[in-house]
């Protein structure tokens, strides 16, 4: 029996509608476009409320059914975390050893947490994309 971990497909319209509202309002407030409005505590819960509904959005786009699941859908999105996976550990590698190199920093608290979100969209992006770009290539090849 298998047991799977998927969202219902209607998910991925809830995460697309999430994704880029979360990211937008997170950043914003964490550069400080908000900070004369708003007083530390309304800071602190629209960060955590923007950030975790960024983070909503991106899991309910990966991990939503397609409408027709079966185990070539399995394979694609196994080869996209793989790939997901070794892009992410290359940017690392490539940030800290400029980072080394370089004797550069991120700047405070701010600089730090961008540079971690980052990493962290990189290899969300990255699955999203190889994964719906494989779909719809393998989708065109049928088609002709």
Do not use: C
Request: aromatic share 18%; no cysteine; hydrophobic share 50%.
């Amino acid at each position: 029996m298998k047991i799977s971990f998927l969202l219902p497909n209607r998910f991925k319209k809830i995460g697309l509608i999430l994704f880029p509202i979360g990211l937008l309002v997170w950043i914003s407030t964490q550069q400080g476009l908000f900070n004369k409005e708003l007083n530390h505590t309304m800071k602190v819960l629209t960060l955590t409320l923007s950030f975790f509904s960024f983070l909503f959005g991106l899991y309910f786009i990966s991990f939503s059914k397609e409408p027709i699941e079966d185990e070539y859908i399995d394979s694609v999105r196994l080869k996209s975390f793989q790939i997901s996976s070794i892009t992410q550990m290359v940017f690392f590698l490539i940030s800290f050893t400029t980072m080394f190199l370089f004797n550069i920093e991120p700047h405070g608290d701010g600089g730090l947490s961008i540079f971690f979100l980052s990493s962290l969209i990189l290899f969300w992006a990255m699955y999203i994309l190889i994964f719906n770009y494989t779909l719809i290539n393998t989708k065109s090849k049928i088609d002709d």
